[in-house]
């Protein structure tokens, strides 16, 4: 079950900030772990997070008989969703919801900020044809400016996604990041496992954990 934050209650779901979700942190924010270590930590905290994601779903009653012969007045997951994975990082998260939701469908987003603008530009969006009648779970490990979340939110609203069936589930979050999204696009919840420091001069988070992507895929 996730927590949440003060001030920002309603939007940013923080992971309970438990010793063994610190341990897992210690790990990735390591710049000596290496790329196995730090892939299958951050896919432990990434299914955490998913977890988080689908518990802020609507669910609808549904009853099942049990082996010794009750009803168990149970729920489950009632409209339909799908994730949506921001290329690269988010690409990252794809195998944490599909082990948690096999049979997911999983859109993609291709979003480069163009050298010359500086300016977030769509290079590629591949979604669920009948997206605008699913809850979507935005997948980017990496909140930061918030630059390509809002780009990638733009492209949702744009196909027909309110803005409240929009869950964003990001690894850390940079408050700059978070206060982007809230202002633009107050209706989207965000799930976290980490609020960080701020962001220095090149956009990075601090304390941060480095590039994701180059860390993940063996980039760096
Ligand atoms: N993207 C990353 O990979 N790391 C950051 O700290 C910020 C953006």
Redesign the pocket.
Known sequence: MAHTTTGVREAVHLLPQTNQLRALHTVIRDRHADRDQFVRTSGRIIRQLVEAGLELLPFEPYDVQTPVGRTYHGLRIGPPFCGVAIAR?GESMEAGLRSVVPAVRIGKILIQRDPATKQPHLHYAKLPTDIAERHVLLLDP?L?TGGTALAAIGVLTGRGVPEDRIVMINLLSAPEGIAAVRERNPGVRMVTSSVEERLNDN???LP??????DRWFGTD
């Open positions: 990082a990496m930061a956009a990075y988070m941060g954990i480095g590039d994701f992507g």
